[in-house]
């Protein structure tokens, strides 16, 4: 069992930057598949990028070249730096794991096992 916690949404304007932070607590963080995802209301959940154990993360083309995800195993903590942010980015994020393995990605959320509570993040044009 993991618990995670994001951290790090508020409001910036448009070409802002925001850091999100997913502290995980329970197991050894390093050991799972974490991911990122959002959601607006009236619409499902998206998602925004996922980091495995190996090789390099994938992202959404929507957010491609503006977010980077990485993780801090020392500090059991995933951060999804998000830069030169759009309205469109405006979203409440999830953060979510799994220690599944699979083939094909993590592009689901029924592909993850564990989820934060979420953390609102807006843009303002």
């Known amino acids: 069992q993991v618990q995670l916690v994001e951290s790090g949404g508020g409001l910036v304007q448009a070409g802002g930057s925001l850091r999100l932070s997913c502290a995980a607590s329970?197991?050894?963080?390093?050991?799972?598949?974490a991911g990122w995802f959002r959601q607006v209301p009236g619409k499902e959940r998206e998602f925004v990028v996922a980091?495995?154990?190996?090789?390099?993360?994938y992202y959404a083309d929507a957010v491609k070249g503006r977010f980077t995800i990485s993780r801090d195993n020392a500090k059991n903590t995933v951060y999804l730096q998000m830069n030169s942010g759009k309205p469109e980015d405006t979203a409440v994020y999830y953060c979510?794991?799994?220690?599944?393995?699979?083939?094909?990605?993590?592009?689901?959320?029924?592909?993850?096992?564990?989820w934060g509570q979420g953390t609102q993040v807006t843009v303002s044009s």
């Open positions: 979510a794991a799994t220690i599944r393995t699979r083939s094909g990605g993590y592009y689901k959320p029924g592909e993850y096992d564990y």
């Open positions: 980091i495995t154990w190996s090789g390099p993360p």
């Open positions: 329970g197991r050894t963080f390093s050991s799972y598949v």
